[in-house]
Structure formats: structure tokens, C-alpha cells
């Protein structure tokens, strides 16, 4: 309730006392809750432990079985993080699609591991526009006053996990994993087995806004910390070209210099520089630029898919070429793999 003012000497109305007073009593509470380490919002945590992997496992365990044929190399996406810019996936992947380019492998980071284990379900790019189009974000916050986070996750779990069908993770017909980071260390992991919901919490687990998530390796937290771009592991899954989409350094940035703005644009400095030479190894980097400002905003969502699907056009010559290029190559080399990776970034500016 907004308060409606003073009088002459100082008085204050009846609703802005009642204003002041709910407000007193929530901030109580929420410190209380705080300085306890209690959770006035506790629910049961869904879902298996994740048993991540490491980038050195995913290595040395071996490739996929070649399944596009002798000539053909096989496909890989490395889909970033960023938040709702995660919808710009969504249209990368419907411009993939019309192209006719065949993916087999998806590593996503975040947002991107959400969008990518829904399409290495077997959902179509309709099905999966009309679920996250769908969405209430406010569906997905549960919760969680307490010592370590706001959010619990469950309601994310849940939702990614739906979106996933409720598969399995190596029961997908594309082989797909999530990338998340070990807090202590800060080290990139890859899970890529069991639970698909459990595995997207971990991956988009923003450290301070939702709680970190258990698993044999420790407490797991977002993984945009350590490998916003997952082009390492989609290249150790098995992927001999990497198409990577990064929807988060080439989008705008925040301005303005308030106390929260300047904490987020130092972050934003931070992650880019030290996901830039991860990014720079995709064979293709597509770089949408993507700026969502408001939640519940369905126009903002459309925006960010056709940021997506144009970027991805744009970048699609490149990305024929390079693949011409490897079968050539593989040809050549009687169906070994070629020649080294052409990086090229490419950016939408619409």
C-alpha cells in the first residue's frame, strides 16, 4: 500500500500506519528467518541426486556411435545462458530446422539447459514455443526465506521437467546434458544421466537466488559461472561441429549507476570476459542481441524468438559452408575427421 502523505504537524494517516506496521512486521520476519536459518517456506525436494561429471570424464568415456553417416560429421549445440533471453533458443533452433541441420548432441547452460532438454526430449519447436510461452514466471518462484537462498527450485524442477516429457536423460533420443558448476571450486560438470529436472535446477541455480543443489561432486550452482557457453563439453559428448548461441554478452546492457545496476553490470563484465574464450572455440557462435525488460511481457518473449531465428539465419551460409568444408574433408581422409574448426561470431542487430 502506497502512502497517501502528512499532515501539518507530522501526523500520519491510518493506512500509512498500517502500511508502516505490515511492513515493519514482514521485515522482521524476514530477518528472523535469516539470522536462523530457517525456511518459512520448506518444501521436499523432488528428484534424484545429480551425478555430474567432470569435462575430463565426458573425454576420456568416449563419443557417440556416428549416426548421420560416414560423410557427415556430427552436429552439436552449446546453448547459453541468460535468463528469459532463453526464448531467442527457441527461434535458432526452429532456423536449424528449416535448414535441414541435424543435431545430435545438445550441451545447455541454464536457460539454454531448460530449452535443450526439451528438445532432446522429442518435443517439436511448436510444442516448445507454446509451453514457454505459456509460462507464469511467478509459477516458478517458490519461496525460500533462509541463510542461503531466496528460491527453493522445486517449482523449476518441476515445470523443466515437464517440458523435458519427465525423460530420463540418457533415455533422450538426442544425447544431451546439462552444465552446472561445483561451488567450492568453481569447476564446470556436466549431467548428463538421470534426472532431467533435477539436472536443469542445478544447472540454473543463480548462487543467492536459488538453493544450491546436492550432488556427488558437491553443491552445485549455475553453471553461466564457470562455462556460460558449453562448447567444451557439447565438442567431448561426441560433437565434431559446435554451433554455439550466446544470448547474453551481445545483448544490452543495463545502464544507469544505481546500487543494483552497477552489482549487475560488473557481473555481466565478469562472465563475459571469462566466458569469451570458451565461446570463441564453437566452430559457428551465433550472437543474438535480446533484451527482455518485463516478465509477463508475451510481445518481449516473440521479440526474443525472432532475435533468435534471424541471428541464426544470418549465420546459416557460414554454417553450410563449414559443414560442406568437413565432409570434404572426411571424404578426403576416408571419414576421419578433417580439417580444424573455422570460429566465426555472428550477431543480429536488427
Not at 553453471?223 to 556460460?228: A, E, H, T
Not at 552489482?263 to 563475459?272: D, E, G, V, W, Y
Amino acid at each position: 500500500m502506497k502512502a497517501r502523505g502528512k499532515g501539518h504537524c507530522g501526523f500520519v494517516r491510518e493506512g500509512q500506519w498500517r502500511s508502516r506496521w505490515f511492513g515493519a512486521g514482514l521485515a522482521i520476519a524476514v530477518v528472523a528467518a535469516i539470522l536462523t536459518g530457517c525456511s518459512i517456506f520448506h518444501k521436499t525436494s523432488i528428484g534424484e541426486q545429480p551425478s555430474p561429471s567432470t569435462l575430463d570424464d565426458i573425454r576420456s568415456a568416449g563419443s557417440l556411435p556416428h549416426k548421420a553417416g560416414p560423410s557427415a560429421p556430427v552436429i552439436g549445440l552449446a546453448l547459453g545462458g541468460g535468463g528469459l533471453r532463453g526464448y531467442a533458443h527457441i527461434g535458432v533452433l526452429q532456423a536449424l530446422e528449416e535448414f535441414g541441420i541435424n543435431v545430435e548432441v545438445v550441451a545447455g547452460t541454464s536457460a539454454g539447459s531448460i530449452i535443450g532438454a526439451a528438445y532432446s526430449s522429442g518435443r517439436t519447436i511448436e510444442e516448445i514455443r507454446q509451453a514457454a510461452g505459456n509460462l507464469d514466471v511467478s509459477s516458478l518462484t517458490d519461496w525460500r526465506l533462509s541463510t542461503t537462498s531466496l528460491l527453493r527450485g522445486d517449482a523449476l524442477a518441476k515445470w523443466a521437467s515437464d517440458m523435458a516429457q519427465n525423460m530420463p536423460i540418457e533415455k533422450m533420443p538426442r544425447r544431451f546434458g546439462a552444465v552446472a558448476a561445483i561451488l567450492d571450486t568453481g569447476e564446470a560438470v556436466l549431467i548428463d544421466k538421470g534426472d532431467v529436472g533435477m539436472a536443469i535446477r542445478a544447472s540454473a541455480a543463480i548462487p543467492g537466488s536459488m538453493q544450491p543443489v546436492e550432488s556427488t561432486l558437491g553443491l552445485l550452482v549455475d553453471g553461466g559461472i564457470s562455462s556460460l557457453v558449453p562448447v567444451r563439453f557439447a565438442r567431448a559428448m561426441g560433437a565434431e561441429v559446435v554451433i554455439g548461441v550466446d544470448i547474453y554478452c551481445n545483448s544490452p546492457h543495463r545502464s544507469g549507476s544505481t546500487f543494483l545496476t552497477t552489482i549487475a553490470r560488473a557481473s555481466r563484465t565478469q562472465t563475459c570476459l571469462i566466458s569469451g574464450v570458451e565461446s570463441a572455440e564453437a566452430d559457428v557462435l551465433i550472437a543474438p542481441r535480446v533484451e527482455i525488460t518485463d516478465v509477463k511481457s508475451a510481445a518481449q518473449r516473440e521479440e526474443a524468438i525472432l532475435a533468435g531465428y534471424l541471428a541464426a539465419r544470418v549465420a546459416m551460409p557460414t554454417v553450410l559452408n563449414h559443414l560442406r568444408q568437413e565432409r570434404a574433408a572426411r571424404l578426403m581422409a576416408g571419414g576421419s575427421r578433417g580439417m580444424p574448426a573455422l570460429v566465426v561470431s555472428i550477431a543480429s542487430r536488427r
